[in-house]
């Protein structure tokens, strides 16, 4: 590339020296004047030349002055198509050497528009790289917080799967223990309804042996409600069904006055469910 500029200047010296050699040529070619005759000698000659041959001479030499001067011009015509063709040749190869800077121009803009488009296509792939690179995390950090999630979620089932297992154990465990606390009460219950009982029978004959059945026809009853305190002092004694005569139900009620202290259990627990009691009395 760097001898396309000096192209022109060789042929630029080259038409020059051809140029130059046509000068010199032509210097050369140019027909020598003639030297001056003098006429002394011309009319010397003539006496004894014949006329006829010095117009053959001149002729002669006419036609090889003409000979050369054709030649000349033969040459010269042949050296200006050379310069021609040369200049030809010259112009070409500037039209060469343009198109040929020309392309050079074309192709550098297209590199520098193609290296444009690569960086521009290099920002635009790291800029979809950096984006990508972020969804990857994003969906990473999606994925941990998912599984974290559903690892808490499992936690939370196991707790509460082991909650409800609690749970139903518990209340199976209360549900024993009430079944058993109910077994226990109701055994209770009879244990302290067959010993009330008995303290009833006992309270009933202490009535008995107060009451006065003098004069009353025999069959009659009725029921008591009698309230006492620890201890078996009556504090209340009343009729709650009458027995339909008025001097036996009379009598009862003084009866069991006259019984006090009833005779009551010692245990608090057994006395409270006998604190108050209904009693049919049929003496």
């Known amino acids: 590339m760097n001898l396309l500029p000096n192209k022109p200047l060789l042929l630029s010296i080259l038409l020059h020296t051809v140029a130059f050699g046509m000068l010199l040529v032509s210097l050369d070619i140019t027909p020598t004047p003639r030297q001056t005759v003098n006429s002394q000698e011309i009319i010397i000659d003539a006496v004894s030349v014949n006329s006829e041959q010095v117009e053959l001479e001149i002729a002669k030499i006419k036609e090889i002055e003409q000979q050369k001067i054709d030649e000349e011009s033969k040459k010269q015509q042949a050296l200006e198509q050379q310069l021609q063709e040369l200049q030809k040749q010259t112009n070409e190869t500037e039209q060469k050497r343009k198109a040929e800077a020309k392309r050079l121009v074309d192709l550098k803009q297209r590199q520098q528009n193609e290296e444009k488009k690569r960086k521009e296509e290099e920002l635009k792939l790291a800029d979809v790289k950096k984006q990508l690179e972020a969804l990857t995390k994003q969906r990473e950090e999606e994925e941990k917080k998912r599984l974290q999630a559903a690892e808490l979620k499992k936690q939370e089932e196991i ?67 009698i309230r006492m305190i620890p201890g078996g002092d009556v504090v209340e004694a009343r009729i709650d069904r009458s027995s339909g005569n008025a001097v036996f139900d009379s009598r009862a009620e003084i009866a069991v006055k006259r019984a006090s202290p009833l005779p009551v259990p010692d245990n608090p627990r057994i006395f409270g469910k006998m604190r108050e009691i209904r009693l049919t009395f049929d003496p």
Request: aromatic share 4%; charged share 35%.
């Open 159 to 225: 707790k509460l799967a082991e909650e409800k297992k609690r749970l139903q154990a518990e209340a199976l465990l209360k549900r024993k223990l009430a079944e058993e606390q109910k077994q226990q009460k109701e055994a209770q219950d009879r244990q302290d309804f067959n010993e009330i009982n008995s303290y009833v029978a006992r309270i009933t004959v202490a009535i008995e042996r107060e009451f006065n059945t003098a004069g009353l026809p025999p069959g009659l009853s009725c029921i008591l409600h």
